[in-house]
Nanobody, 121 residues
Framework: QVQLVESGGGLVQPGGSLRLSCAAS????????MDWYRQSPGKQRDMVAT???????NYADSVKGRFTMSRDNAKNTVYLQMNSLKPEDTAVYYC???????????????WGQGTQVTVSS
């Protein structure tokens, strides 16, 4: 059993910053990529950023230059530093990871429960 737990969401004014965290725990043998997705009411869930096990990152065009994703492999944790936040960044942010179970040796995709980010004055 593996859990992904996000934290760090909240209410921030336009132009402000937030740092999200996502910690993976449980029967983990290894983690391949980890992603951040976001979903606004009535819209589909879109990928925001992704990071490979080697630390390579990729970002959605809408957040390039403002968001930075990083990873601490020793802690099985990823972070999303969000700067210059805009009202359109308001969404529930979800963590996603491709994990190999130490119990079954199978790969599968896990999702966190989400954390709300609201950008408003």
């Amino acid at each position: 059993q593996v859990q992904l737990v996000e934290s760090g969401g909240g209410l921030v004014q336009p132009g402000g910053s937030l740092r999200l965290s996502c910690a993976a725990s449980g029967t983990i043998l290894s983690i391949n990529y980890m992603d951040w997705y976001r979903q606004s009411p009535g819209k589909q869930r879109d990928m925001v950023a992704t990071i490979t096990s080697g630390g390579s990152t990729n970002y959605a065009d809408s957040v390039k230059g403002r968001f930075t994703m990083s990873r601490d492999n020793a802690k099985n944790t990823v972070y999303l530093q969000m700067n210059s936040l805009k009202p359109e960044d308001t969404a529930v942010y979800y963590c996603n990871a491709k994990i190999r179970s130490s119990a079954t040796l199978q790969w599968y995709t896990a999702w966190g429960q989400g954390t709300q980010v609201t950008v408003s004055s």
